[in-house]
């Protein structure tokens, strides 16, 4: 594997906000879900739960509910209006102000056609879903009390709707209230306190399901508007209900990080008819579960702790595999990190600021595993703060550590840097194409930018001095309008790689100016790719952790890659659950590949035999107290380091040290508010 001086780096305060809302479209098994700082998330559950779109959010936007309609999202919020989401330009497509107060919870109708909201001022406010956008339709009869929930009917005809200390059903033709059910306050419980019925669903045969504040779950009987069973789950809020399709289902988040499952099944085997039982518990969060869905197989919560956790139901998969391990997805699949390799620079992006910071040097020598003395420590040369309100969507750092780059969903910035003096100069005149930028890179000499933009396409910038002047736009044949999540080029200036949602990866030649060649489309969207600086070969892994190596001179895919892909990769590299989000090469060894993924750092060496289904895939460390005999029978291509935890990102210098960049999970649960407090034991 080779000698290695590491720059372990902690200095990155990563935080990610607390999840508030989400929605899964069962249709596409795609899970949408926005956190508190506005910014919107969409998962493909289909291909290994990949996180494959963001939106960043905005300064302001406090988004409370989300509403999948057909292949269109929807969200609103406190703002008091209703925003739908571009889902192929990652950007809010227009919003609409619904006119009563901060928006608390946002619903469809099964049929698509119609949406509703419950607002501040105790009206729900139904809006007709139009080709392109949404429009008033008619007011619900008005309460007193604001409305914090809502749900449909299946049939469209009624609507439950939870507010202060009750529940009002309403008919959705007339917009008449037609039952109110009271909602008790519980044992004990002031007079003065009121309950809030967080959440409310609405089955087919009529029955409604509301969760609140004083922790219960009850069922109710939507027809005649009486309480059927109340069951107490907690002592704190019942904050958010979720329904599987086939009704037979049911799950309850609360503020003490449990989930609570009911099945509606006979209680006793000699029963007949069937009742919501109390079934199982979980416990996957130390704090308030804010958000729930419950898929055909899984149970998927998040909330203030920040993680989203996938809990497989185990009577609906099959036990001891791959499908019933529970993943907990703490750290975005994208890179936030960016290195420098020429100037040992690292530019870390925040939702509203840029760091750029200078690692450390060291003149001692040791032994593996030896902490070297520090002879200069890190710095931060400069904290950018964004412009406007908009969060940052995608940055870069030129190699020479001279230029700097962010986007947002309404414009693209450029910087000239002097990190040794420590200046920074906003270059003013960019060409007017430089409007919305998906990814951004520079080339290796740093006198090219590129941009991704509208329908994979890529706009090239020539960079001089303090100006910059636009060269051309290259675009896909495919005519794709997803967009480009992956941006690479190579070494020589040459190749220019891309990467898109529709699992598309195009290769431009930048001497010609047009498209090289199509890259085969395989299964399961890209996580990372990279071009080797010698061979001029493509390295594509996947989310599924398949690697392919494309000859970008043959237009086909390589001997190694054909041997990989005949043999197989062995069964617990196929297990891993992080996907692998950035790869890089070593010029001192052309046949190494340098990988990682949040829980190890792998090298692959394509000189050596590839690993056997029978072999053990060693940590190195283990590797290394073995005896030298079976060290040798256990040799082979895949060299994997598991000292490091938590990676974001992995990064060779020009100097052939590493760049390890970490975010333990502790340190960001340390940085989270105090839980509510439990009893614990006789305490």
Known sequence: MGEFKVHRVRFFDYMPSAIRAMAFNSQTERLALVRADGALEIFNFADHYFQEKVIPGQDGRAV??????????FSAGLNGEVTEYDLENLRPKYTVEAYGGPIWTIGGNKQGTLLMVGCEDGTVKIFEILKEMIQFERNLERQKGRIVSVSWHPSGTLIAAGMM????????????????????????????????VWSVTFLSDYTIISGDSAGKVQIWDGLTGTLVRTHLITKWDVLCLSLSQDESSLIAGTSEGTVVQFQFISSTVDQQEKEWVRTRTFKNHSHDVRALAHTETAVVSGGMDTQLVVRPLLDKVEKNTQESAMRKIA????????????????????????????????????????????????????????????????????????????????????????????????????????????????????????????NSSVIVVALNQMECKYLHTLKPKSGSRQPVHLLCTSEDGKWIATANTDREIHVYDLHKRKLHC?????????????????????????????????????????????KLQKQGLHSLWLERDTPVTHITFSLKNPAHIFLHDVFMFCIIDQSLPLPEAKTLLYNQMTLRSLPEQERIRHSHAFKICKNFKHVMCVSLLEDHSLVVVERPLLDMMSQLPAPVRQKKFAS
């Open 64 to 73: 409370e509910a989300l509403c999948w309609v057909g292949q269109r999202l």
């Open 165 to 196: 200390d009750m529940i009002r059903v309403f008919n959705a033709e007339t917009g008449h209230a037609i039952h109110r059910m009271l909602v008790e306050r519980g044992a004990g419980a002031s007079k003065s306190r009121e309950v809030v």
């Open 331 to 454: 750290l975005p699949h994208r890179s936030l990190v960016y290195c420098a390799k020429k100037a040992g620079l690292l530019l870390f992006q925040f939702p509203g600021h840029l760091e750029l910071w200078r690692v450390g040097e060291s003149d001692g020598h040791g032994k593996p595993g030896d902490s070297l003395p520090v002879k200069r420590k890190p710095e931060k040369l400069i904290q950018l703060k964004g412009k406007g309100d908009d969060h940052i969507y995608s940055s870069a750092l030129s190699p020479c550590g001279e230029w700097l780059a962010y986007s947002t969903v309404s414009s693209v910035r450029l910087y000239r840097l002097q990190y040794n003096s420590i200046s920074i100069t906003k270059v003013s005149k960019l060409p007017k194409d430089l409007c919305l930028g998906h990814q951004l890179c520079f080339s290796s000499d740093s006198t090219k930018f590129f941009v991704s933009s509208r």
């Open 518 to 562: 199509t890259v085969p489309t395989y299964s399961s969207c890209p996580t990372a790719i990279a071009i080797h600086p010698t061979t001029s070969n493509l390295v594509v892994v996947h989310a599924d952790q398949q690697i392919f190596e494309y000859s970008l001179v043959q237009k086909e895919y390589t001997e190694w890659s054909r």
